[in-house]
């Protein structure tokens, strides 16, 4: 892969919590012998990605596959049980507090709930000034100000309304200043964590619309969490498909969605519903999800796949990549069973 | 000919402090047996509070402040409490969002199946059980010997939607009403149980009226949809015509929002300007006016009335 | 200013105070227990501390509707020849000064340890929460009984009445922090996982930071409720200290003191100096804690969704 191009390398990044508690919710009895045990949960196994400069890399997957952990250990919310972040060629994932200023003003987030993201007893002017202060000591109250206004104008929040709380205002206003938020820094990395799955259709158009306008005319690199399929095809640049806390499949929006590789993201596509067609077939999985605690063996996906086999069972598989530059993680497609 | 279920000029208040204020302005809809309708808008339209008041389970301060609503040839609006009891959860069932909110933590699957059979129809432990065995398998799902001893928690979100379509069948009901039966859930179970919910239509002839804010599953699974804005149906009609060919200039809007049906990736999405207005303030005239491409004088002053249009009926005065 | 000010008028919060009636009797009698006691040594007959205005000859007049009462003392004198009323004025002055500032001791050690264990949790929320479990076993009357003891006994009784009142509010601010520290970290612990704290940590804001500009003002409405509540509790447990004869000296006597005083004397018929420092007491404690249940249903988020 070009190098040159990476702004964002993560390169295999494992991530577990330990949710066993304290000592006496770790303690069992097992033949009558106490031991500790305990359970974490692996929400990102291994997982490598090159984010390219100017791209939106979508990271696609149902709840519960990692993808939300991934983004926040990209942000350096929480630290990597192993595996590096590269930012720049620059490692960031080891870095103190203070270190990590520096890269904190270019890479900025962007979360699910515009009633969680906010905090209730600061004002607009106060949520959107507390970065610039921070970053910016010497910044003079005219600065501020000019910059407070402009981004709320991009973002389509009125300035007249700087003094508000957010529970004056809607969901969608809410996120624009979230967003608002982000921005405010001129960051050249954004990441967001399910910007519009909390918002109502017509109110999820407007908010994709600004990301999108934000992007082009900021060159901003995304890195675009959610699990909403017609979204991540709207907006996406490359895709990668995640389930169980892997990787399965890696590639470019157009060829993920007219040629899936990974029968999961076949599966996974085909339940799209889509407005205007009736009656789609889909694929039906197997089973169930299996939880994080105890990961299946082998391949995370062959306990729902149809073409699993022994191999799947016991070996794990590498992505690989194909001629079309798609990078998949399957037994099945390196040994051609499937046909697209 | 007289509908399954047939809902005229609806009007649901709530009593606040400042005054009554409407959450549903006159709806009309209906029902026949087997057909599948969608109430679709965004949060605040009153498509949930429409749902309830069918069911007559409108928590104070709502209530039903006009209209009649016919179930079976009989005026369920008028009902007194315990006789509506009779039919809600029997006749008519409602599956909910969140599973949690209808299967107790404390108990078992089994016993919460159990305990409306011998309620409603008062049937033995023994008989109930069979049932509720038998309306488990309709479900698939597997080994549900095993089920009937499990606690809520112990299952899947997915298997959990499916214990509760189980419950809603176990009356044989005529209509199930699914407020959002799969917001929670992910795009690959939310398939599964939509396909679930249609096929149990087809096979047991029962009607259901599915309550979503996705366009994508209504278009997929009901024949008929009603979009509503604002407390109001503002297009009704056959699903293919009125997502084809939509009418209103709010449903069009809505349409074209989502991504992937008109508009190239990397194209600015259509968009609806500004928000669903709060009940408290709806604009004179249309409702929709203030966000409408179309708007005229007329707008601002006159409520446009459903008037029949390709098939459907829309509410507008440009069209 | 002003914008909060409207916004205040259209609150939730102050229509609710204006419907319930018991809230707003509550408060109003609050606001005149406080303004009574700020006033005393202008509104009482007489200052009760000062020497020179006791007579032991008026000691146990009854009350002024009683056979043998006299204008001069509306409520009676008690065995020093104090007149009630204004003793109990000056009482309550202590008593509230005591609960005050006992309360205040205790937010600020309270919230200190609490918004430490709950936001940075781990082994320090292990260590400071044992703390806490250890200081609540110790029951704060064997505390006050050893510290007030041993302070007598090091200073002499004349320096322990000068030092009674900060003693108390030591003692009592010791006793009970921890309800405030449990408090603060349960609340602590729901806010550090929304969202909004993950976004300072975006901006790079230091853990302190956040702690105090983030976290704590959205703890803010539990510490209203429970202050309430502690307030209360501060001045029944100054009441209970100097009852047993461990709080204030008789020179200077609190409502507590005052009631213990008189309850030697109930038995020859004096009664009126135990009942009216009791009444007094009850109804103060009684209004604390109605508004104080008024505050936390209005308040809790569970009822009301703003």
Known sequence: ???????????????????????????????????????????????????????????????????????????????????????????????????????????????????????????????????????????????????????????????????????????????????????????????????????????????????????????????????????????????????????CELAKARDLFDTPQHPYTKALLSAIPVVGENQAKHIKLKGEVPTPVNLPAGCVFHARCVYADDRCTNQVPELRTLDNGTCVACHAVEENQISV | MSHLLNVEDLEVK???????????????????????????????????????????????????????????????????DSKMRQIRGDRISMIFQDPMMTLNPVFTIGMQMTEVLMAHRKMSKGQARKIALEKLKKVYIPSPEKRLAQYPHELSGGMRQRIIIAISLLTDPAIIIADEPTTALDVTIQAEIMDLLQELCESDNMALILITHDLGVVSQVTEKIAVMYAGKIIEYGPTDQIVKHPVHPYTEGLIKSIPGTVIKPGEDLVQIPGMMPTLTNIPQGCAFNPRCYL?????????????QKNGAMAACHMK | MRQSLINFKESYFLYSFKRDKVAMASFIAIVIFILLALAAPWISPMNPYDANNIDIMNSEIPPAWEEGGVKQFPLGTDNMGRDMLSTMLYGLRTSILIGVGAVSLQAFIGIFMGLTAGYIGGRVDSILMRIADIQFSFPYL??????????????????????????????????????????????????????????????????????????????????????????????????????????????????????????????????WITVFPGIWLVVFVLVINLLGDWLRDVLNPKLYKG
């Open chain 1, 1 to 247: 892969m070009n190098t040159k191009n990476t702004l964002v390398s993560i390169n295999n990044i494992v991530k577990h919590f330990d949710i066993s508690g304290g000592m006496l919710d770790q303690l069992q009895f097992k033949n009558f012998k106490p031991q500790l045990k305990k359970t974490t949960v692996k929400a990102v196994n291994n997982v490598s990605l090159e984010i390219r400069k100017g791209e939106t890399l979508s990271v696609v997957g149902e709840s519960g596959c990692g993808k939300s952990t991934l983004a926040r250990v990209v942000m350096g919310l929480y630290p990597p049980n192993s595996g590096k972040i590269l930012y720049n060629g620059a490692r960031i994932d080891n870095l103190t507090h203070k270190q990590m200023l520096p890269f904190r003003k270019k890479m900025q987030m962007i979360f699910q709930d515009p009633y969680a993201s906010l905090n209730p007893r600061k004002t607009v002017q106060q949520t959107l000034e507390e970065p610039l202060r921070f970053h910016n000591p010497k910044i003079s109250n005219k600065d501020i100000q000019k910059k407070v206004e402009r981004v709320m104008e991009q973002v389509g929040v009125d300035p007249l309304w700087i003094k508000r709380y957010p529970h004056e205002f809607s969901g969608g206003q809410r996120q624009r200043i979230s967003i608002a938020r982000g921005l405010i820094l001129d960051p050249e990395f954004i990441v967001a964590d399910e910007p519009v799955s909390a918002l109502d259709v017509s109110i999820q158009a407007q908010i994709l619309n600004l990301l999108m306008k934000a992007g082009r005319e900021r060159q901003l690199t995304y890195l675009f969490i959610t699990h909403d399929l017609s979204v991540v095809r709207h907006i996406s640049t490359r895709v990668a498909v995640m389930y169980l806390g892997t990787l």
């Open chain 2, 14 to 80: 709530f009593a606040l402090r400042f005054g009554d204020i409407t959450a549903i302005d006159g709806i009309s809809f209906s029902l026949d047996k087997g057909e599948k309708l969608g109430l679709v808008g965004e949060s605040g339209a009153g498509k949930s509070v429409t749902g309830f008041s069918i069911i007559n389970l409108i928590s104070k301060p709502g209530f039903i402040s006009k209209g009649r609503i016919t179930f079976e040839g009989n005026e369920i609006s008028a009902y007194s």
């Open chain 2, 295 to 307: 708007k005229e004088d007329i707008c601002t002053t006159a409520t446009p009335e459903l008037k």
């Open chain 3, 142 to 271: 064997m505390v006050a009984i050893v510290v007030s003891a041993v302070f007598q006994l090091a200073f002499g009784i004349g320096k322990y009445e000068m030092l009674a009142v900060p003693l108390l509010i030591l003692i009592i601010g010791f006793a009970e922090w921890p309800m405030y520290a449990r408090t603060i970290r349960a609340s602590v612990m729901g806010e550090k996982n929304k969202e909004y704290v993950e976004a300072a940590r975006v901006i790079g804001l230091s853990r302190p930071v956040i702690m105090v500009r983030h976290v704590l003002p959205n703890s803010l409405t539990s510490l209203m409720v429970i202050s309430t509540i502690q307030i209360a509790n501060a001045v029944m447990s100054e009441a209970a200290l100097s009852f047993l004869g461990l709080g204030m000296p008789v020179t200077r006597p609190s409502l507590g003191s005052l009631i213990r005083s008189g309850f030697d004397y109930i038995f020859s018929g004096s009664w």
